[in-house]
């Protein structure tokens, strides 16, 4: 069996630790972990893990994978795709920091962002633990997205394959630009879905303070939550009342500005993800 040499560049971090115990579980992988923070030299200790040394493990490595914070991306791969060998693979987990041009680059070593969908609303498990999976990576399915930054084809079935392996279980892997996935995240679910369901639960505190019983208000707003989640992706055949539709309408204007849209541009992408990559 052909093994492929990987250097996981902190992999006792939160994001880390998933891909840690997602590549523990596969023997066609020769994986160094690579961490120097105490808590992830903790989380690695607590799996039994060794880690590798940095001088050794990132010139061997067929492929390298930053799991660091966006704010330290840029100056640690300055440090380290220039010890990279010819060849090699370099992966990010985000697409803030290649976006802002902070990621180092080098003509003879690829680059492939890989960044998982987490299990859908809907996704179907035979079991509640697997359900409550919601991260992924454990044992409910989920999709992955990869762009190829720069590289060859090779470089990015080679990125594919290990995504695959680092976000298991995967239902598809979709193959998307750079600038497509910085639309995906951050505009499309963190400036507007997070924020818009950060005012949901806003709202639910809100009732709860003025005396709504709290399970009742959970309950109603969680389960009109998935249905309404449901008509509008078109999980189901159905519409919502003409009231509904009537209130929403109104509302719209009350809660967004006109213009909210322009969040999708990529000049205002540009900018959510410098405010993501700066300290």
């Known amino acids: 069996m ?6 996981l560049v902190g992999a006792g971090g939160k994001m880390g630790c998933r891909i840690t115990d997602n590549f523990l579980k ?32 990132i010139p061997e490595a067929d492929v390298v994978i930053l799991a660091v914070p966006d704010v330290a991306i840029g100056a640690i791969s300055r440090q380290i795709v220039p010890r990279m060998k010819a060849g090699a693979l370099l992966m990010t987990l985000d697409p803030a920091a290649p976006l802002d041009g902070q990621i180092a680059s080098r003509p003879d070593v690829g680059c492939v962002i890989a960044h998982p969908c987490h299990p859908s609303v809907f996704n179907w498990e035979s079991t509640e633990k697997d359900f409550r999976d919601f991260y992924g990576g454990i044992s409910a399915k989920q999709g992955v997205v990869c762009a190829l930054m720069h590289g060859s084809e090779a470089d990015y079935e080679r990125g594919a394959a290990v995504a695959t392996a680092m976000y298991a279980p995967i239902s598809r892997v979709h193959r998307i630009t750079l600038e497509q996935m910085a639309i995906l995240e951050p505009a499309m679910v963190e400036t507007l879905a997070q924020t818009c369901m950060e005012v949901v639960k806003e709202g639910y505190e809100t009732i709860v303070a003025r005396g709504v019983p709290a399970e009742a208000a959970r309950d109603f707003v969680l389960g009109h939550l998935r249905i309404q989640i449901a008509v509008l992706f078109g999980e189901v055949n159905g519409t919502f009342s003409d009231a509904a539709y009537k209130i929403s309408k109104r509302a719209k204007p009350v809660l967004f500005r006109e213009g909210w849209k322009k969040i999708f541009d990529l000049d205002d992408i540009r900018e959510q993800v410098r405010d993501i990559t700066t300290r």
């Open 2 to 7: 052909q093994t492929t040499s990987i250097a």
């Open 26 to 57: 596969r023997a066609d992988y020769i994986v160094h972990y690579l961490e120097i923070s105490p808590k992830g030299l903790e989380n690695l200790k607590s799996r039994g893990i060794t880690v590798s040394a940095e001088a050794v493990a």
